[in-house]
């Protein structure tokens, strides 16, 4: 317990110190990260929803050994592992269900949250199933609630995060953009598709600037998915799933080994 909560330490000044770890430093971040417990906190983008393979007893949170915190855990075995993100999670549920596992000893937290709060699910049937204008106010509303409400439920969520996990490196991760432009592609107008766009690098702007204030990390999926997009023909994210409608505008397997295990695994 010792060296675990040393490990963590000695990282925490790494970091605050801002040095650059790249190469065998990467390496060596992600042993300090193995020395102690990891926790995956989290929505439905943590829990692997759209990737498959999911783990019986997770029952509707559906989580996935295809999930990135799942596949991080199997590549680096820290001493201890608890996945407790789930489908449909927002903040507050984060707060009420997911924290038990937190504690001195971890040294790793990774979180997705807050497109639930802002209302994704809404948005996405809204934008399919109404016209431009309407698909757009929707979007607009969702915009004012990332003004309005979601920083400070952020910021509570992830204070009581640190006040739980002292010690731990934390990781918040943030969503990719659903479409490449300009592409000839059914579905969705060109106008939707932009304004879709827009939204996602909207809140994970935001979610970026709370996690900077509190010292956490954030980690930067749209690079990843850059190519990956709906219409790119060579996607990782699952359209509208009729068969599945839970699993539309989620990732795949892919998007989970391809997308956010390499900027997570960065990022650890």
Request: hydrophobic letters at 40%; a neutral charge; aromatic letters at 10%.
């Amino acid at each position: 317990m010792r060296r675990s909560r040393f490990a963590a330490y000695v990282g925490s000044l790494l970091l605050a110190l801002g040095l650059a770890l790249t190469g065998a430093g990467t390496a060596q971040a992600s042993q300090l990260a193995a020395a102690g417990g990891y926790v995956a906190l989290g929505d439905s983008y943590s829990s692997g929803v759209g990737a498959g393979s999911y783990i019986s007893s997770s029952g509707s949170c559906d989580r996935s050994t295809n999930a990135y915190p799942y596949l991080w855990n199997a590549a680096h075995s820290p001493s201890s592992f608890d996945f407790t993100a789930c489908s449909g999670a927002r903040t507050d549920d984060v707060l009420a269900n997911q924290l038990a596992p937190l504690g001195s000893g971890t040294s790793l937290v990774s979180i997705s949250i807050g497109g639930n709060d802002a209302g994704f699910s809404d948005v996405m049937t809204t934008c399919v199933l109404q016209s431009d204008s309407t698909c757009l106010s929707r979007i607009n509303t969702a915009k004012a609630y990332v003004d309005s409400t979601l920083p400070g439920k952020l910021d509570n969520l992830y204070s009581v995060i640190r006040s739980k996990a002292p010690n731990a490196h934390v990781v918040v991760l943030g969503y990719p953009r659903f479409y490449l432009l300009g592409q000839t592609c059914l579905g969705l107008s060109d106008t939707k598709r932009s304004a879709i766009n827009g939204a996602a690098d909207y809140i994970d702007a935001a979610i970026a600037k709370v996690a900077a204030n509190h010292g956490f990390t954030f980690g930067d999926v749209r690079t990843t998915f850059s190519g990956h997009e709906i219409c790119s023909g060579s996607s990782w994210l699952h359209s509208v799933n009729w068969l599945d409608i839970g699993e539309s505008y989620h990732p795949t397997a892919a998007g989970q080994s391809g997308g956010y295990l390499p900027v997570f695994t960065n990022a650890a």
